[in-house]
């Protein structure tokens, strides 16, 4: 079993920044990937960000290039997304999650809303 916390969610103004912090715990010896998904009211949830633990490759949705960017920390299992230039599109509430096996993402957190104001 592994936990993920996320914490860094909120209000902000269009242009402006949010960092997301999401801490994993657990079964976190092989961790193969963790990444961000959001999901917005009356939509599916779709992928943002992801990174792989070992060597830190990264990939990103196409609508976030350039202003997201995904970072890990692996001694802390604890991967960030710093969010730059938010458009009110991007309110949403983002969940991290975790893939442990080599294969599809296996545990999801609980979610943090990030609203962003025009």
């Known amino acids: 079993q592994v936990q993920l916390v996320e914490s860094g969610g909120g209000l902000v103004q269009a242009g402006g920044s949010l960092r997301l912090s999401c801490a994993a715990s657990?079964?976190?010896?092989?961790?193969?990937?963790m990444g961000w998904f959001r999901q917005a009211p009356g939509q599916e949830r779709s992928f943002v960000a992801g990174?792989?633990?070992?060597?830190?490759?990264?990939s990103y949705t196409d609508s976030v290039k350039g202003r997201f960017t995904i970072s890990r920390d692996n001694a802390k299992n604890t991967v960030y997304l710093q969010m730059n230039s938010l458009k009110p599109e991007d309110t949403a509430i983002y969940y991290c999650?975790?893939?442990?096996?080599?294969?599809?993402?296996?545990?999801w957190g609980q979610g943090t809303q990030v609203t962003v104001s025009s």
């Open positions: 990174i792989w633990w070992s060597g830190g490759r990264t």
């Open positions: 657990g079964r976190t010896f092989s961790i193969d990937r």
């Open positions: 999650t975790i893939d442990i096996n080599g294969g599809e993402y296996d545990y």
